[in-house]
């Protein structure tokens, strides 16, 4: 088992960086791969970014690629998300969430496929 805890979440203005972090519990962080997922006021959770357990695959939605970074310290057990030019769309909880693999591609964008989730953080943008 792997437990999650997010970070970093805050209000920012429009045009700004924020960088989520994601730690994780447990001994065998490297056998996860890692995602990110974002739910706005009144809509369904939805896959923002992934990568898989050893950091060199990474895979996005449309609405942050090229914005947007995952990455992944497995000696620290944490997984990140640097947002770059962020939009009052972007305002949501983001969510960390990891399942068991150890493929070497990003197979997993789907909520569920992932066992295990943090209890997530806000981001607020302002226009």
């Known amino acids: 088992q792997v437990q999650l805890v997010e970070s970093g979440g805050r209000s920012v203005q429009a045009g700004g960086s924020l960088r989520l972090s994601c730690a994780a519990s447990g001994r065998t962080f490297s056998s996860y791969a890692m995602a990110w997922f974002h739910q706005a006021p009144g809509k369904e959770r939805e896959f923002a970014a992934a990568?898989?357990?050893?950091?060199?695959?990474?895979h996005y939605a449309d609405s942050v690629l090229g914005r947007f970074t995952i990455s992944r310290d497995n000696e620290k057990n944490t997984v990140y998300l640097q947002m770059n030019s962020l939009k009052p769309e972007d305002t949501a909880v983001y969510y960390c969430?990891?399942?068991?693999?150890?493929?070497?591609?990003?197979?997993?964008?789907?909520?569920?496929?992932?066992?295990?989730w943090g209890q997530g953080t806000q981001v607020t943008v302002s226009s």
């Open positions: 969430a990891a399942t068991l693999s150890r493929r070497p591609i990003v197979v997993h964008t789907t909520q569920l496929e992932y066992d295990y």
């Open positions: 990568i898989n357990w050893s950091g060199r695959a990474t």
